[in-house]
Every structure is written in structure tokens, then in C-alpha cells.
């Protein structure tokens, strides 16, 4: 079982910034592809980005490129999420998700092996 606490989130103007961190506990976690989701209010979950196991490997959807940089420690367990000129349609809740355990980068639902409980990010025009 991995656990997976997310911070970070709150409220920005639009053009703003937020960092948002995940950390994890409960296995080595450098043993898992790490993403970042979120969920807008009547939307469904999508996918933002995702990381290889050792920080290298990073791809992002189209509406977080250029924007959003993932990046990762395994020393310290962690998993951030730096969003840079921020729309209001990035307001949603963002979770952090865990891959299987050696697997393949979470790009999708199904591919997600653990998720954090999810923090709101609101963007203000």
C-alpha cells in the first residue's frame, strides 16, 4: 500500500502560480511512476502529467505544456507539480497518483495504482 498526501492548493488570480507537493509513504517509492491528475466540477478525472521512476521520463497533456512542470525526489518521497500562468479552467481538484509498483507512467485512470486524497486549486479571473 502506498499512501499519498497532497499540499498546496489554493486560491491564485489568473497569470499566477502554485506549487503543488504529494508526498508518499508506505513503500519504496522510487519503485513507482508517479502522475498528477485532476477534476473539474461535472467533469470527469484527466490525466496532467506524469513521471518516470527515476525523474527522467516526463510527459504532459497538451493543456499542461509549456505551463506545468512535474518533477520528483526520491530521497525525500516526493512528488511536486509546479503550475505556472494559471486559467481559470485549471480550477479543480489535482490528485496524486501512483502507477504500479515497476510499471508503466500513469497516463490514464486505469493505470493508476494508488491516489491521493486531492487538493483544490481555484483560479480567479
Known amino acids: 500500500q502506498v499512501k499519498l498526501v497532497e499540499s498546496g492548493g489554493g486560491l491564485v488570480q489568473a497569470g499566477g502560480s502554485l506549487r503543488l507537493s504529494c508526498i508518499a509513504s508506505g513503500r519504496t517509492f522510487g519503485d513507482y511512476p508517479m502522475g498528477w491528475f485532476r477534476q473539474a466540477p461535472g467533469k470527469e478525472r484527466e490525466f496532467v502529467a506524469t513521471?518516470?521512476?527515476?525523474?527522467?521520463?516526463?510527459y504532459y497533456a497538451d493543456s499542461a505544456k509549456g505551463r506545468f512542470t512535474i518533477s520528483r525526489d526520491n530521497a525525500k518521497n516526493t512528488v511536486d507539480l509546479q503550475m505556472n500562468s494559471l486559467k481559470p479552467e485549471d480550477t479543480a481538484v489535482y490528485y496524486c497518483?501512483?502507477?504500479?509498483?515497476?510499471?508503466?507512467?500513469?497516463?490514464?485512470?486505469?493505470?493508476?495504482?494508488?491516489w491521493g486524497q486531492g487538493t483544490q486549486v481555484t483560479v480567479s479571473s
Open positions: 513521471i518516470g521512476r527515476s525523474g527522467t521520463g516526463t
Open positions: 497518483a501512483a502507477g504500479s509498483q515497476f510499471g508503466l507512467k500513469p497516463t490514464h485512470d486505469r493505470a493508476v495504482a494508488f
